[in-house]
Nanobody
Framework: QVQLVESGGGLVQAGGSLRLSCAAS????????MGWFRQAPGKEREFVAA????????TYEDSVKGRFTISRDNAKNTLYLQMNSLQPEDTAVYYC????????????????????WGQGTQVTVSS
């Protein structure tokens, strides 16, 4: 059974940085693309970033390009999201997600491919 556990969220001032981690277990991590999503209060969950199973390709939502970096360490079964220049509009619960299909190009859509989700970690950015 696949388990995803996020950590690293917290309260930070605007302009600050946080690094989220997602520890995966239960299957061969290196075979599956991964993604980060977020959900702000009163809004639907939205795509943030995704990375191919081998880390060779990454995709970002436009508003985080140049500020966020997704990466993975397949030896440690861990996904990361480095978030710099944080803004109040980045405030949300952040979720990591794992594609259920081995060796598929990562999706940017919540309903396409992602079959496993973490419990989420809160990120709050104060102005």
């Amino acid at each position: 059974q696949v388990q995803l556990v996020e950590s690293g969220g917290g309260l930070v001032q605007a302009g600050g940085s946080l690094r989220l981690s997602c520890a995966a277990s239960g299957r061969t991590f290196s075979m599956y693309s991964m993604g980060w999503f977020r959900q702000a209060p009163g809004k639907e969950r939205e795509f943030v970033a995704a990375i191919r199973w081998d880390g060779s390709t990454t995709t970002y939502e436009d508003s985080v390009k140049g500020r966020f970096t997704i990466s993975r360490d397949n030896a440690k079964n861990t996904l990361y999201l480095q978030m710099n220049s944080l803004q109040p509009e980045d405030t949300a619960v952040y979720y990591c997600a794992a594609d259920g299909r081995p060796y598929f190009i990562p999706s940017t859509r919540e309903g396409l491919g992602y079959s496993h989700w973490g419990q989420g970690t809160q990120v709050t950015v104060s102005s």
